[in-house]
């Protein structure tokens, strides 16, 4: 397996389109999570799913976003009508669950997709 | 979640030992404590974690106070490759999510 794999690497799209990514979490995993971050920031969670289901998800998540991850294994992430405010790296994210109460098990991220908004 | 508190910045010398500093005053019973770090236009990578005891692995170890109010992550060689933001962050085990918050983290720069 060659890890959590995102794509596009890049996008850049004018203000107002519908961009979606993809994300390919490692083969066994069934914890899938979506962040965001900014420049100079620490990376904010987004969003949660277990197998397929979406378990959680962030106040940041506004109506233009949405995720889905429809067999429980490769999931994608929507931004509908773009705002230049939506620039940002878009990081994805797996694990295994279990084991919590050793503090439970690492998260493997992937590289991101970068978003620009012009 | 409980909040740490990190040194924006850091600076070391390439081969010497860096000690990475976090406070958690406010770490609750059933907090661990997990250590990731980011290079530059990377997704973070797990570093290490602990509960009480100093915990060590091939990357760095990991010194936790005996009141758990503070820990350091301690790399013993630095090298160039280390040059990241390393976050800690505190992660419930009585959880059942697994997300992360992130803070700050602290920037390290690593010298020739």
């Known amino acids: 397996d060659t890890g959590v794999s995102q794509n596009p690497r890049h996008k850049i799209t004018k203000r107002g389109q519908n961009v979606t990514f993809r994300c390919d979490p490692i083969?066994?995993?069934?914890?899938l999570y979506w962040y965001r971050q900014t420049l100079g920031q620490g990376p904010e969670f987004l969003t949660y799913f277990q197998n397929e289901a979406q378990l959680e998800k962030s106040r940041l998540l506004s109506d233009r976003f949405s995720a889905e991850r429809p067999k429980g294994s490769f999931s994608t992430l929507e931004i509908q009508r773009t705002e230049q405010g939506d620039s940002a790296m878009y990081l994805c994210?797996?694990?295994?669950?279990?084991?919590?109460?050793?503090?439970?098990?690492?998260?493997?991220f992937g590289q991101g997709t970068r978003l620009t908004v012009v | 979640d409980a909040k740490t508190t990190q040194p924006n910045s850091m600076e070391s010398n390439e081969e010497e030992p860096v000690h990475l500093p976090c406070n958690h005053s406010t770490i609750s019973g059933t907090d661990y404590i997990h250590w990731y770090r980011q290079l530059p236009s990377q997704g973070p990578e797990y570093v290490i974690h602990?509960?009480?005891s100093n915990v060590n692995n091939r990357m760095a170890s990991l010194a936790i106070a005996e009141d758990r109010k503070s820990s350091t992550l301690i790399l013993h060689r630095a090298t160039l490759r280390d040059a990241a933001v390393y976050y800690c962050i505190l992660r419930d085990a009585s959880g059942n999510t697994g997300k992360l918050i992130f803070g700050q983290g602290t920037t390290l720069q690593v010298k020739p």
């Open positions: 994210a797996s694990s295994l669950s279990g084991q919590e109460f050793l503090g439970g098990t690492e998260a493997f």
């Open positions: 083969s066994e995993h069934n914890r």
């Open positions: 602990g509960l009480t």
